[in-house]
């Protein structure tokens, strides 16, 4: 079945306890993004991955780091997470860009006290 | 300014109406226009993309491009129960393809 597929589903940490939220996609897609959904605010892109080792930022990169190694993973990092980044992240990936088609995962609802 | 300006409602209406969703963009670069829907804690699914201005049609669903106007629109006829949901207009294409930018997202609910 074609997935994109986010761990941990729930999570809840402390300020500054570094983490990451692990995003993988079986469609061979080039393209890889995340994003973080809030209410009022709707869904704000972070950074974004054009294929292996090519990523840009998306309009709210600041406090996270991403890495795309592998053409499947694309893993979002929270170096010194603060309360402010609790919210609800979606990664999502495309075939040849976000422009068409986007394949959305789950959800990673992210709770930083 | 915001690149995608959405209404969020809420939207409430009885079944079977025709619902009007509609979002003003700022930027004329933009060359892709989608609309998701979003059921509650699920990721968003693409329902329909437009390339440029025009109309597209799918089953009870049509969406419509006015450049000139930077205003795109998705029209549901006969609504169901089924499509309560949140409605995202995300546009793309602009200084590049991995960047896709969302409206916030209007919240429909279809009373039977």
């Known amino acids: 079945e074609a997935q994109v597929t986010q761990n941990p589903r729930y999570l809840i940490t402390v300020t500054g306890k570094k983490l990451t939220v692990t995003c993988s996609q079986n469609m061979n897609h080039e393209y890889m993004s995340w994003y973080r959904q809030d209410p009022g605010l709707g869904l704000r892109q972070i950074y974004y991955s054009m294929n292996v080792e090519v990523t840009d930022k998306g309009d709210v990169p600041e406090g996270y780091k991403v890495s795309r190694k592998e053409k499947r993973n694309f893993p979002l990092i929270l170096e010194s997470p603060s309360p402010n980044q609790t919210s609800l992240y979606f990664c999502?990936?495309?075939?040849?860009?976000?422009?068409?088609?986007?394949?959305f995962g789950q959800g990673t609802r992210l709770t930083v006290v | 300014q915001k690149e995608v300006e959405q209404d969020p409602g809420p939207l409430s209406v009885p079944e079977g109406a025709i619902v009007s969703l509609n979002c003003t963009y700022s930027?004329?670069?933009?060359?892709?226009f989608m609309w998701y829907r979003q059921y509650s804690r699920k990721g968003p699914e693409l329902l329909m993309y437009t390339y440029s201005s025009g109309n597209k049609e799918d089953g009870r669903f049509t969406a419509q491009v006015d450049k000139s106007s930077k205003y795109i629109s998705l029209f549901i006829r006969d609504s169901q129960p089924s499509d309560s949901a949140t409605y995202l207009c995300?546009?793309?294409?602009?200084?590049?393809?991995?960047?896709?930018?969302f409206g916030q997202g209007t919240i429909l609910t279809v009373h039977p």
């Open positions: 995300a546009i793309a294409g602009g200084t590049s393809y991995g960047k896709l930018t």
């Open positions: 930027n004329s670069a933009f060359q892709y």
């Open positions: 999502a990936s495309g075939k040849q860009g976000m422009n068409t088609e986007a394949f």
